[in-house]
């Protein structure tokens, strides 16, 4: 008996997940389609494509996506919540419409207001499926989701508190493609550098009040120094700005204690930020994967589209 | 009786001027030949087709050079002279070779050396030609040399000391080109907008310790808040880099007070370096332009090319 079908829609790929009475998986379905890749633009099609079977064959079974599907330029716009925000508000602003293959509801992203808004999409669904996977931190924990658009979000008493977004990941995606910096990985390949990734970090840390605005060239200059080779440059930069990420948020705590530290994501790049924050004496972090079906599950049961588990 | 052939010799441009024996500019010549556009990457040709009927006329008048072409991927690689330097060092470590059209001298460029190494190429030339223009900065003074790498230089009796490097312009570029930063603007097109400039150097001021890596981001957020047109958003985000390299700047000055300051380069640009030093309270500022012609000039007279001029 499947009760919900859970769709993760972002903007490079969509993955569906069939799951059961339970909320586990019983299958997976994932396709390159992400908003900006979708075939012709058309996700009705692609939805259907994708999940028209199991809509026929289970037509009680509701469908919940999250993500930039929810986006301006996705299938619909969801207006933002507000944060702070709780699974039953994320709930409340559901936006439902009819797919052309049965109704399909989108999960809202979340807006911090204020002088210097804020904004996530996707990630609020993690949040809650976080919460669902870690119950100690409910009360009060700090969950890290690196990626293109770093975010790092507090939780409070069950609400998504408020949030940060550091643009990491795709700064070194346009410095390694498009600036000077990449071109000797560009030009004589890259491979992989533990002791430049620490270098980095450590100049990033050292780097103190003034930031890393004047040592981003050292990833330049070290290489015409012949100090670091060509195909370790990127592994260099890459310490240099995840470093600045941590660097940044550990002057935000001033001097207050880190409270529990989640790191939800891909293991490569989150083993990446753990070694930074070690840089910092933060070392107990968890790990957590498949946040995001267990968020679906949990809005689709404060949305009553599913029945809550006995626990 | 014309005295030195003066080039100034770039990654985008190339610039020949005709100096007379005052080393007054009396003829300029500028084409897009800098050394990633010269036609079919030939130097020579693009050398002798420039000057070649300057040098028929005046045999005696030596040719000197100073920027990118004296680098690895220039007409030849002239090794840098070690910080700190002065120009009679610069001078010694001239690069002479046959062109094929008469002898050319190459300035080298200078580097830092030690953990964070650093380099320049062509500012050594400007920094040497404003001591020349400003005496009163040879004992002590701060150069900055906006652009795609923004420079700030140290002298210290007549010495370039030290320097920083800030890879402020290249950043601007490649987000704007290629970031989800840029994209409102691509779509929707620009306008210059003083108020969305300064209320970014306003934020990055206002970030403190923590830096602009948590508020590059509000350049889409208060796009999508609408707090901040797409049109307005590139001068917003110079406003962001802009503001965070003089905040790194004033950081590293530990509260002692700023030396006289000179700003050298493109007039637009170094108006903007100027508000937003305004913006920390630095009002005292001066600007330079033909810097480049008046250091060729200082080196050539060090290295015994010209005459001295009687003073």
Known sequence: ??????????????????????????????????????????FATAFRTLVGDWRERWPDAPALACGMIGSRNGWREVPYVD??????????G??????????????????????????LRGEETQVFGALQMCPELVERGVLVLP?????????????????????????????????????????EGHEGAADAFQLGLRNARDAGAQGIASRLFTTRSLYLAEALPAA??????????????????????????????VLIGDAALCDRYRQALAFYGITETRHLEHATRAGLWQIATAA???AARAS
């Open 232 to 261: 370790h440059t990127l592994d260099y930069l890459s310490g240099l700005l995840i470093g600045e990420e941590l660097r940044s948020v550990v002057a935000s705590l001033h001097d207050e204690a880190c409270p529990p530290l």
């Open 147 to 187: 990626g293109t658009h770093s975010k790092w979000v507090d939780v409070c008493e069950g609400r998504l508190e408020r949030f940060a977004t550091y643009m990491t990941g795709e700064l070194f995606a346009v410095l390694r493609d498009h600036s000077i910096l990449g071109r000797p990985a560009r030009d």
């Open 83 to 92: 944060a702070p925000a709780d699974a039953a508000e994320l709930a409340k």
């Open 1 to 42: 008996m499947s009760a919900l079908i859970a769709l993760d829609w972002g903007t490079s790929s969509l993955r569906a997940q069939l799951l059961d009475a339970d909320g586990v998986a019983v299958e997976t379905r994932t396709r390159p389609w992400g908003i900006m890749h979708t075939p012709a633009g058309d």
């Open 94 to 119: 559901l936006l439902s419409f009819d797919s052309g293959c049965g109704d399909l509801h989108l999960v809202p992203g979340v807006m911090q207001r204020g002088e210097l808004p804020n904004v």
């Open 304 to 306: 009553g589209l599913v």
